[in-house]
């Protein structure tokens, strides 16, 4: 079973930063992909940026240029590094983690909790 964990998030004023980090633990072979999802009050959620082992990334385009993901192979980790924040960057952010059991297996995933992101002045 695989746990993720987030942390990071917070009240910022437009213009600010934050820097959010997804930590994958428990039992798997290999990580396929991490991202970072986000909910604003009364939308769909969404994803906002993506990487995965494969060296594919994605932002939607509304973060294209502010948000940057990384990752720490080492610890299982992911941060989302995120500038200039707007208002409409409010959201619940929640991490995907796709894990491998084998080589082989397909990817199975695992969500956390959800940290809360708000802009406002």
């Known amino acids: 079973q695989v746990q993720v964990a987030e942390s990071g998030g917070g009240s910022v004023q437009p213009g600010g930063s934050l820097r959010l980090s997804c930590g994958a633990s428990g039992s798997f072979f290999s990580i396929y992909a991490m991202g970072w999802y986000r909910q604003a009050p009364g939308k769909q959620r969404e994803l906002a940026a993506q990487?995965?082992?494969?060296?594919?990334?994605y932002y939607v385009d509304s973060v294209k240029g502010r948000f940057t993901i990384s990752r720490d192979d080492d610890k299982n980790t992911a941060y989302l590094e995120m500038n200039n924040l707007r208002p409409e960057d409010t959201a619940v952010y929640y991490c995907k983690v796709d894990t491998l059991s084998t080589a082989y297996a397909r990817p199975k995933s695992a969500w956390g909790r959800g940290t809360q992101v708000t802009v406002s002045s």
């Open positions: 990487f995965t082992s494969t060296g594919n990334l």
